[in-house]
């Protein structure tokens, strides 16, 4: 089950130049777990199984999920993985039924038309129906199937659908439901009505005529109670007009056309009724616009409780084993049926928590981070592979509650020293967790931009501005920094001590010995630190900024045992896109992995690493467009290195877009530096490309830089000429004029009087 719900996250992006490989991969609270807290669907399966559709609202994605009861494991369907599920425009990956055939396939209505699946195949089996495909005329409010294989749609109109001849017939006037009812004599008739007092119609398939009734006398039907009103023997349950101006009677209908009306467990039940569904032989089960569950076995109601106490009940099923499940506003909940217990099933106890993720921190057995998916509702979390532990105040038993002032934190870190998570509810103090306790390190109301612990076991606290502080054998030391605190970090050298970087100052400490820098100590640089990261060999890497400026940026390289700097500027024509960079982290190859961007509104922006003299770009989406092949946003709020066999993971907070793991697998780690895409800064982007790309590279003003194209036999392709301005060079270059243009790599060459550069390119037209 790890392998196939790992498989689920990974987005088909993969470049593969020399010794190193890297793929993408996202973690969202769409494709983690159930999939929003807006649960319109659900259906469960013969292993007693649900399906659960949810969406995440204004977000725009959502799905399906599969929920493994037995493994705890959630399989997920997301549009973002399968853009054929649908959209991001509002509603269109709304899905509002569930059902399956005589073969086995699964179908759903969605607000824009249809999905086929077939759960034996996978997601490599899912179609999808549109206005194009059939006379759509509004949302799919329901579907249904017939006995001869036909699908029966409510959209607006009824809409009727052979699999076997892919044919599509719009039937005239339907409502919000429409159920399949058998005929003793073999055929069927298809009810379609709102909920409550409406129009009814009802077609025959024997004589196939459409008549259309409207509730005027007592006993006729006033509409359907829900989305499944035909149970297993063939009743038919609706609800009937009563006498004296009384709501509507639940009656059902027999295949001989005798109308039974089950006493109700009290007179108004019907017009609370928010999801209704018949099964067996002539039971059913309702849900309440209070959330109070109920279940008619034959002969009398039984009262299941309230599953959530409120309304927005969108819909309810029951296993072979008697245990119900309902979704709705608020996500999905399971009844046992030994124990008449509710089980609550949501983002804050089944998948990532928030897409805002704001600090990670690795353990050897799992990811930790901090999220807020809404007032109330955040905490820190834990994901091992499989699944999300999450510690918030809406567990409902499947995690841990969070007992703080807070509902988010601002910082979390490993402390190796006793395997504790430390963590900084938000203005609320620092706390640490052990796997079976919360103990309280600081309850006054203090807040941390960062944590972390260093080798002699120390926890170090960067304050919000001009504080930084150690923990040990309980007491709290209090040291000076000037300025806003932006990042904290063990020391990675023998040692040892932490480094703490402001706007102002970067320090070096270890409790006894403080060594500062402030930007005057270093040539060139004239604003603030943007970034820091350390390697074990001694060196030091930032960034500064003039902020609100074009101009200005560098790149520092600070070797601590001599004292001396490398800077790489902007402004004389550094190797990177963009106009400032962010170191974040050193890796076992020697590269210095680092954020781009440039002023806004910037079009360059992303993350690359450096390793002195290659770099390597990955951008992120051009105006922040959501984009699921890559960076999927370029604000990293934080990035953790997790070491793994063959290389390593870059983990990242990618605000509003969730958790991105780029994966770096290298031959002879730490021994060799890896061979990149690029030569002395030049960049591809996209690559592979199916014909168009982009070309990034350094070069002095006016320099002609001569660009030529071939493949690999040494054949020229395409010839280029670009007379350089002062920065980096941005050349699109367009294979398609040459198509029938090759499947395989290719060879870009610049030639400029400051020397050569070249890239190879992979072309999948």
Same mark, same amino acid.
């Given at each position: ?6 498989? =689920? ?169 429409? +159920? ?29 005529? /459409? ?127 030994? /124990? ?49 532990? +999450? ?18 934190? /601002? ?141 200005? +940026? ?58 002195? =003299? ?61 061979? +990149? ?84 390119? =992979?072309?999948?037209?």
């Amino acid at each position: 089950m790890k392998q196939n719900f790992t498989l =689920a996250f990974f987005c088909c992006y993969l470049i593969a130049f020399g010794q190193t490989t890297t793929s993408w991969r996202f973690y969202r609270p769409g494709n983690t777990g159930i999939q929003g807290d807006s649960a319109t669907a659900l259906w469960i399966d013969h292993d007693g199984n649900p399906y659960i559709a949810a969406n995440t609202g204004n977000w725009g994605e959502g799905g399906f999920a599969k929920y493994d009861i037995s493994h705890d494991q959630w399989t997920n369907f997301s549009n973002v993985d399968l853009p054929v599920l649908g959209g991001f425009d509002n509603g269109d990956i709304h899905i509002n039924e569930i059902i399956q055939d005589a073969n086995g396939v699964v179908w759903m209505a969605k607000n824009t038309g249809l999905i086929k699946f077939n759960p034996e195949v996978g997601s490599a089996s899912i179609e999808s129906f549109s206005q194009a495909d059939f006379p759509f005329l509004g949302l799919a409010s329901d579907v249904d199937r017939a006995p001869d294989g036909t699908l029966w749609v409510a959209s607006q109109g009824l809409i009727r659908y052979n699999p076997q001849n892919d044919t599509w017939n719009n039937m005239g006037g339907a409502q919000l439901y429409v +159920s399949v009812q058998p005929k003793t004599s073999g055929g069927y008739l298809v009810w379609s009505g709102d909920a409550y007092y409406g129009q009814v119609s009802k077609f025959d398939s024997e004589t196939n005529t /459409t008549t259309y009734t409207y509730p005027a006398s007592v006993g006729d039907i006033a509409g359907l109670p829900g989305k499944d009103c035909v149970d297993d023997d063939g009743n038919f349950w609706a609800l009937r007009l009563a006498a004296d101006g009384a709501f509507e009677t639940l009656e059902y209908q027999d295949q001989n056309g005798v109308w039974h009306h089950p006493l109700h467990p009290y007179s108004n039940l019907t017009f609370y009724i928010d999801s209704f569904k018949a099964f067996g032989s002539k039971q059913a089960l309702l849900v309440t616009a209070t959330g109070e569950v109920w279940r008619f076995d034959g002969a009398n109601w039984q009262n299941y409780g309230i599953w959530r106490d409120g309304s927005n009940n969108t819909a309810i099923d029951i296993d072979a084993d008697g245990n119900v499940w309902v979704c709705g506003l608020e996500g999905a909940a399971r009844r046992d049926a030994a /124990t008449g217990n509710w089980q609550r099933y949501r983002l804050t106890n089944t998948s990532q928590l928030d897409y805002f993720v704001e600090d990670l921190c690795i353990t050897p057995d799992a990811i930790w981070f901090t999220g807020n998916a809404g007032t109330g509702v955040g905490g820190i979390q834990a994901f091992d592979g499989d699944r999300w532990k +999450s510690h918030n105040p809406y567990t409902y038993g499947l995690g841990q509650d969070f007992p703080f002032l807070a509902d988010n934190a /601002t910082a979390i870190c490993y402390r190796p020293s006793n395997h504790s998570i430390a963590f900084s509810p938000t203005f609320s103090g620092i706390y640490a967790w052990d796997d079976t306790q919360y103990a309280t390190l600081d309850g006054d109301l203090v807040t941390a931009k960062g944590l972390v612990e260093d080798a002699a076991g120390r926890l170090w606290q960067l304050g919000e501005y001009y504080h930084i502080r150690y923990y040990h054998q309980g007491q709290w030391t209090l040291l000076p920094i000037v300025g806003w605190g932006r990042k904290i970090m063990a020391d990675p050298t023998a040692s040892g001590g932490i480094w703490a970087m402001t706007d102002d100052e970067i320090q070096h400490t270890d409790a006894v010995n403080t060594h500062s820098f402030t930007v005057a100590d270093f040539e060139a640089a004239s604003g603030v630190f943007t970034g820091l990261a350390a390697d074990s060999s001694g060196n030091l890497w930032t960034g500064n900024w003039l902020p609100g400026n074009s101009n200005g +940026s560098v790149l520092i390289k600070h070797d601590i045992n001599t004292g001396q700097s490398t800077t790489w500027s902007y402004d004389e024509g550094w190797p990177f896109p963009g106009e400032h960079v962010r170191p974040m982290a050193v890796t076992p190859d020697g590269k210095v992995w680092m954020q781009y961007d440039s002023e806004f509104p910037s079009l360059e922006s992303g993350l690359l690493s450096f390793d002195g =003299a290659n770099v390597e770009v990955f951008p992120s989406a051009p105006g922040g467009e959501p984009a699921w092949n890559m960076l999927p946003n370029s604000n990293i709020k934080d990035l953790e290195v997790k070491i793994i066999s063959g290389g390593y993971e870059l983990w990242m907070s990618c605000l509003g877009r969730g958790i991105a793991v780029l994966k770096v697998l290298t031959e002879n780690l730490g021994t060799n530096p890896i061979t +990149s895409n690029t030569n002395q800064g030049l960049s591809v982007f996209p690559n592979p490309t199916a014909g168009h790309t982009t070309l990034h590279f350094p070069a002095s003003a006016g320099e002609n830089c001569d660009i030529r194209v071939y493949d690999l036999a040494g054949r020229l392709v395409k010839t280029l000429s670009q007379q350089a301005t002062v920065g980096m060079q941005t050349v699109p270059l367009d294979l398609s004029a040459e198509m029938p243009f090759q499947t395989g790599l290719y060879v870009v060459k610049i030639t400029k009087p400051s020397g050569m550069l070249n890239a190879k390119i =992979a072309v999948n037209p």
